[in-house]
Every structure is written in C-alpha cells, then in structure tokens.
C-alpha cells in the first residue's frame, strides 16, 4: 500500500520549534523525491520543501530557508521537517508529498498535520 503519514505539529509559541515526521511506504521513498507542503486558510498551496533520495538533494522555500531542515532516513521509511524559529505566518496544515521538485505534481499525499504558531 503506498502512503504517506504524517505526525508531529501542534501549537507552538513563536520563536518555538517543532519536528514534522512522515513514515512514507518504501516504494515511494525509494523512487520519489518527497517534500512538506503547506497550507494556509485563504492561501494557496505551497512547497516548503523537497528531499531527493537519489542524491539527498533538498530544495527550500524562500520563505523558510535558514529556519527549517528538511531530512530522511531510509532506513526506516521516514522524512522530517525540523521548523526553528517558529513564526506566527508558519500556521498551516503541513503534508507530505510524493513526488516534489520543479515541475512535479505530487501524485501521493498524506493527510496533513495541523501546525499553530501563536502565543
């Protein structure tokens, strides 16, 4: 079964931090590149991040450069986004996504995670 499955966010104060993980099924990890994607009410869609498994690879958002990591470990089947500096426009759903880059539509979603900066 290919799926994607995400954990990690929560309500955070700014300036917090907070670490998204997403188990992914094997197959997908092994041939796509998987990113963080976000959601914002009344905003649009928009990739935060993407990692290669072929060459490790890692594309950021302007918007997040400098604050979140994107990582993965094949070993077991997983990716994460460290978020630092947490700000209150970070407030989104966050999912995982397979596969990312530019140029691609992820065909695979998770079924996001909610994440609140607030204090």
């Known amino acids: 079964q290919l799926q994607l499955v995400e954990s990690g966010g929560g309500l955070v104060q700014p300036g917090g931090s907070l670490r998204l993980s997403c188990a992914a099924s094997?197959?997908?990890?092994?041939?796509?590149?998987i990113g963080w994607f976000r959601q914002a009410p009344g905003k649009e869609r928009e990739e935060v991040s993407c990692?290669?498994?072929?060459?490790?690879?890692?594309y950021y958002a302007n918007s997040v450069k400098g604050r979140f990591t994107i990582s993965e470990d094949n070993a077991n089947a997983m990716v994460y986004l460290q978020m630092n500096s947490l700000k209150p426009e970070d407030t989104a759903v966050y999912y995982c996504?397979?596969?990312?880059?530019?140029?691609?539509?992820?065909?695979?979603w998770g079924q996001g995670t909610k994440v609140t900066v607030s204090s």
């Open positions: 094997a197959v997908i990890l092994d041939y796509y590149a």
């Open positions: 996504a397979a596969p990312c880059g530019t140029g691609y539509q992820p065909d695979f």
């Open positions: 990692i290669s498994s072929s060459d490790g690879s890692t």
